[in-house]
């Protein structure tokens, strides 16, 4: 059986979990010049109740777009509503760097929103569409969501047909698609935005529309600095960057942990995570100057 690159569940407060799962079927990722192994991968929920039940699977249609061939990173919040990265059969597939089909299934994605009680599929940001701040949007991944329907995710801004050299963070917000931070934009501590990490678990919304991310920075001397920021009511914040002094703990050498990820990102990429609660704290992890890897939990002053 394939592996498959973004199957992490999600699960909700009243207990439904959404997940990536691959099965048998005609109606899969099909790649000119390679052999189809039989085997898509479909969106599923785990109700509270006990039942499973289709979320979006290959075959379903996309809105106003053909079909879908390949689903993955659902994430549902408390109302039950699901976000998700879909392709459509037919639109370019193949990821720069990415094995073929038969060792791992995976697609150029655009992102989308089932909504609850309808059960209708809309299209968020589709690939091509044109991308705030200019360029567009080459695919899309890593789309979380918060109980209000802001979902943050990370837009590729590769030119094609190449695609993962280039990334920005953004944010869905009532109905409008959001710069966090693109590769240029000044960050707050020095230096300016290479990229933001690729990685899952580096971007997250909280319910108060809160954004954190971790990122790379240049900071223009070729060195390795890595950051982990946050977006509020239009103002970024650093958290903790390369540097930064913990008191009682050490200093910050760069955000990252000993995650493996395979296959292994085109760029480099943080791997310190980025999580944070409707408090304002932020947990994550990161290498100490002394080589040391520690937790940390930023807590906002005042929210202790």
Known sequence: MSPLPFIQPTVNDRGDVVFTGIVETEHGIHIPGETYIGLGAGLYQANHGGSMVDVVIPGDPAPGRGTF????????????????????????????GFPPQDQLISALTSLYLKRAGTGEVISIVHAGDPAPGGGAFRQVFHDVMNDRGDIAFIGDLTPPPRSN??????????GDVLAIARPGDPLPGGGVLLNPSIVG???????????????????????LVTGLYQWSNGALSVVARTGTVIPGVGTIDQLASP??????????????????????????????????????????????
């Open 259 to 304: 995650q493996m990820v395979v296959p292994p990102p085109p760029v480099l990429s943080p791997t310190s995570g980025a999580i944070n609660n409707n408090r304002g704290q932020v947990v994550f992890q990161a290498t100490l100057t002394d080589g040391r890897g520690v937790m940390l939990l930023a807590t906002p002053q005042g929210n202790g």
């Open 201 to 223: 678990g580096n971007d997250h919304v909280n319910n108060e529309g809160d954004v954190v991310f971790s990122a790379q920075v240049d900071v223009g001397d070729g060195s």
């Open 165 to 174: 050299q280039t990334f920005g963070v953004f944010l869905y917000t009532h």
């Open 69 to 96: 061939d390949f689903l993955a990173e659902g994430w549902v919040n408390a109302g039950g509503d699901i976000s998700f990265e879909g392709h459509v059969a037919g639109e370019d597939t193949e990821i720069d």
